[in-house]
């Protein structure tokens, strides 16, 4: 089984800051087709969970650019960029290369100092 | 309007039996993957099981396989996550969300509002 691994398991901010969540994969997670099957999410309190990011580094739809993704084979990190009191949340890594088995990252917490 | 809307909260007793449901609606319901996603109180996303409504191909993470039991009904466009005992540990909200069966992937683009379930005695 693939095993996700997120770092830092919480990551207080400022307004206006940027901050960076790690995301490491026991398996590679790079299809031949030249993909990384790896996918962020946030759950808003009180909310559903949310895309972000799929395919390592796309955008989903209305996502902000303040939002990017990165990384390949095993290592990924979500950046969020001039950091906004509405992006705190929970944040996950998702793996996809195994579909249709899946696998969550344990979650990053994000908080404004 | 995609929308996946879930039925509502449940209070059960342990040993008792449930199945809640996921109902898809605005695509085509039997081109897309449902997932089940658990979320204990306080705790993370864990993934549950699969299953493609198109041929009820159903896959299971092996923490919950024999412990729950995923269908679906493609003619109501609505998927299903089922036990036959309950214990206070299945206590969490269970999501939904939907997965493109083709060979694209665009992830768990679409996601229920969640079913919490409750179980005590």
């Known amino acids: 089984d693939i095993v996700m691994t997120q770092s830092p398991l919480f990551l207080p901010v400022t307004p206006g800051e940027s901050a960076s969540i790690s995301c490491r994969s026991s398996q590679s997670l790079l299809h031949s087709n030249g993909y990384n099957y790896l996918d962020w999410y946030v759950q808003r309190p009180g909310q559903s969970p949310q895309l972000l990011i799929y395919?390592?580094?796309t955008r989903a739809s209305g996502v902000p650019d303040r939002f990017s993704g990165s990384g390949s084979g095993t290592d990924f990190t979500l950046k969020i960029s001039r950091v906004e009191s509405e992006d705190v949340g929970l944040y996950y890594c998702?793996?996809?290369?195994?579909?249709?088995?899946?696998?969550f990252g344990g979650g990053t917490k994000v908080e404004i100092k | 309007e995609v929308q996946l809307v879930q039925s509502g909260a449940e209070v059960k007793k342990p040993g008792e039996s449930l199945k809640i449901s996921c109902k898809g609606s605005g695509y085509s319901f039997t081109k897309y993957w449902i997932t089940w996603v658990r979320q204990m109180p306080g705790k993370g996303l864990e993934w549950m099981g699969i299953?493609?409504?198109?041929?009820?191909?159903?896959r299971y993470s092996p923490s919950f396989q024999g412990q729950v039991a995923i269908s679906a009904d493609k003619s109501i466009s609505t998927a299903y996550l089922q036990w036959s005992s309950l214990t206070a540990s299945d206590t969490a909200i269970y999501y939904c969300a939907r997965l493109y069966g083709g060979s694209s992937w665009s992830g768990l683009d679409y996601w229920g509002q969640g079913t919490p379930l409750t179980v005590s005695s």
């Open positions: 395919l390592g580094s």
């Open positions: 299953i493609f409504p198109g041929d009820s191909d159903t």
């Open positions: 998702m793996q996809g290369r195994h579909t249709p088995a899946l696998t």
